[in-house]
């Protein structure tokens, strides 16, 4: 062997050369590696499916770790319709998972001894990695146009120049565009125990887990229907199958309980379900998705969740006090003490468009602000049916004298109505 004068190196026998293809790095971080396990549910449980841990150079342990997670996804091929290659779709945005994983190696903190952790379960994807944001971001600045500030500039430079990182902050932005352009919830990002975790979520409704769930054929036929429109309301249900409203309400409710569908709103016209594409997952300690959560594109149905939680509805019904006309006088039970120190007053009248002479016996002259939603105009017919109720059985239930009765026997409130409405304060 002839050795250079100039150079320092001493020959080594054929037992001390290590191996060609483990980089420099390696000898002495020996946790610079990406671990990948797959899981078949939403749990890290053994038996483990499918685990494998690469090594190599930075571009070898993306290349694995993306090829690792597009191997386990569904796909969809095209047609060469435009072009001599047939495109292909992945259930993951393709370009999602490699900017998580590039994240992870480029950012990891490498005197850490915990390796780069890609974890695949049935409704999303992780990926973990030691070490925390370096300060002044946050998980919320991530989430907005941000500077780019690498833990690791030697790493990150070569990367960039291969073209596996663009170094200006624009990754996880990317990573949310793409999430939402392939109609999937946002990443989500959390710091877990010295961990960095990116979350990816994949459409988890598949026909294993709809099975698991024991959908039947018109439950499935909903979530289809509900991928296409991205909403469904009771109307639309029962339209689509021809039934009737209690039951199109059952099976709607029923899948809200089994966390298949999510309902926005609570009562009324505006009310509809949508699909929580999220999933039920455990998660780790800290993690907000311990329980069914919303689809990210859907910000109202998370305030809706949120607001409609068992615990909000016990507090709104524990404050709830049920009063009604046909019992008492609700001027007289109710109104009289309640508005003697009120600011403002908000009413919602009774059906009657005579309810109105109501308004007149409250104590509502001093109130600076009143708004009230009513019919203002009165006609023999309301009054023909007032008097028609109150010879019914339920007759001593009803108030003593009607509204309309009243208001005629005392002119008074006819003037005190005329003062309130002209005041510009009702």
Request: charged content about 25%.
């Amino acid at each position: 062997m002839t050795i250079s004068p100039l150079s320092q190196q001493r020959p080594a026998s054929l037992s001390q050369q290590r191996p060609a293809s483990r980089p420099a790095s390696q000898r002495f971080l020996i946790t610079s590696e990406v671990k990948c396990l797959h899981f078949h549910g939403t749990e890290v449980r053994k038996p483990i499916p499918s685990y494998q841990i690469y090594k190599g150079t930075v571009f070898d342990l993306v290349d694995q770790a993306v090829d690792f997670v597009l191997s386990k996804i569904a796909r969809a091929v095209g047609t060469r319709a435009k072009g001599p290659e047939a495109p292909v779709e992945y259930e993951l945005p393709r370009d999602a998972v490699a900017e998580a994983i590039v994240n992870a190696v480029a950012h990891r903190d490498y005197a850490s001894n915990a390796s780069v952790q890609v974890m695949l379960f049935s409704d999303r994807l992780e990926v973990w990695n030691p070490g925390e944001l370096p300060p002044p971001l946050t998980m919320e600045l991530l989430r907005v146009p941000h500077a780019s500030i690498p833990c690791n500039p030697l790493i990150c430079e070569p990367m960039f120049l291969a073209r596996y990182a663009e170094k200006a902050g624009s990754g996880i932005l990317d990573m949310i565009a793409l999430c939402r352009g392939a109609g999937l919830p946002e990443p989500d990002f959390r710091q877990d125990g010295g961990q960095f975790v990116q979350t990816l979520w994949r459409d988890w409704l598949t026909d294993k887990a709809m099975e698991e769930l024991r959908l039947d054929e018109r439950q499935r036929e909903v979530v289809r229907l509900v991928r296409g429109k991205g909403r469904i309301t009771n109307t639309d249900y029962q339209d689509a199958f021809g039934i009737s409203k209690p039951t199109a309400t059952r099976d709607l409710e029923g899948l809200r309980r089994k966390g298949v569908l999510v309902k926005v709103g609570r009562t009324g016209k505006g009310t509809h379900y949508v699909l929580n594409l999220k999933g039920l997952t455990k998660g780790s300690k800290g993690s907000r998705h311990g329980r069914w959560v919303g689809r990210e594109a859907q910000k109202e149905a998370a305030e809706a969740d949120a607001a409609g939680g068992q615990e909000g509805d016990k507090r709104f019904m524990n404050s709830l006090h049920r009063f009604s006309s046909r019992r008492q006088r609700l001027d007289h039970a109710f109104l009289s003490a309640k508005l003697k120190s009120a600011r403002s007053y908000k009413r919602i009248a009774g059906y009657f468009r005579s309810s109105i002479f109501e308004l007149v016996g409250e104590e509502i002259v001093g109130i600076p602000k009143v708004q009230i939603v009513c019919n203002s105009e009165l006609d023999a017919a309301d009054v023909a049916v007032s008097k028609h109720v109150r010879e019914t059985a339920l007759k001593e239930r009803w108030n003593e004298a009607s509204a309309e009765v009243e208001a005629l026997l005392h002119k008074d409130r006819y003037r005190t109505l005329h003062d309130l409405l002209s005041s510009g304060r009702v």
